[in-house]
């Protein structure tokens, strides 16, 4: 008799905001859903498009950031699966109050903002995971202002590298992000997050191997970041 394989899940596997749905339910949600892919370095969407729908990511990176007069970026959050992006402006039905650049190949699903809004509508769980997802987002940006009032440069990129590494164990935690889009996120100019990378690597904490940062010893970049350790 052939073995029968596991049950990969579905479209919205490990997608919390969903996780509280019933399988009827979460099929109707991926029958509304758009497949989308995008490019590395493809805009998702811009500062001021209309917010007209939530964006589940499948595969891949995408940076969130803002964009000052002057063509500065600001990167605020680096988003991977199976999180999602784009609910601020969905909730409320303004424009897109941050840009989307993808930097790794993705592949996501687009889910309109009338076909969100119907679910929210039959299903109140939902509404409560978005409003634990808006909770998070503003823990996460009142710790950034924070970061850069209480810790130096170094501190907030090594702060910012933990981030990256998320709960991975492993030994050795590869990030796909060059050291531009690090300075971004770090808010500090290149040449000095090349400094902070520079003296981090010196120390064993990390290797770059062109455009990648690997990551090698995790407790240390905590912490100099001031983190409790685990």
């Known amino acids: 008799m052939e073995g029968r ?3 990969p899940g579905d479209a919205l596997t490990g997608v919390e905001m969903f996780a509280g749905l019933e399988p009827e339910a ?3 949600v991926i029958n509304a859903a758009v497949p989308r892919t995008y490019r590395k370095g493809q805009l998702l969407f811009v500062e001021s498009d209309p917010g007209d729908s939530l964006i589940v990511l499948k595969r891949g990176a995408v940076a969130v950031f803002r964009t000052s007069p002057t063509g500065e970026r600001a990167v605020l959050s680096v988003v991977r699966p199976p999180d999602v992006l784009g609910e601020v402006s969905l909730l409320d039905a303004s424009t897109r109050s941050a840009s989307a650049e993808a930097i790794e190949d993705c592949t996501a699903l687009a889910l309109s903002r009338p076909a969100f809004m119907e679910l929210v509508h039959n299903n109140p769980r939902i509404l409560d995971a978005v409003m ?3 909770g998070a987002l503003i823990r996460r940006l009142t710790e950034q202002n924070a970061d850069h009032v209480f810790l130096d440069l170094p501190g907030r990129v ?3 590298l933990v981030r990256l590494a998320g709960e991975s164990q492993a030994p050795m935690i590869t990030i796909e992000l060059n050291q531009s889009q690090l300075a ?4 500090g100019s290149r040449q000095s997050v090349n400094q902070a990378i520079g003296s981090f ?3 064993g904490w990390l290797r770059t191997e062109g455009r990648r940062i690997v990551v090698t010893d995790v407790a240390a970049l905590r ?3 001031g983190m409790a350790d685990r």
């Open 5 to 7: 394989l596991p049950d």
């Open 26 to 28: 979460r099929q109707r």
């Open 132 to 134: 634990r997802s808006l």
């Open 158 to 160: 090594a702060k910012t």
């Open 184 to 187: 971004e996120m770090a808010g």
């Open 201 to 203: 690597a010196s120390r």
């Open 223 to 225: 912490r100099r970041a």
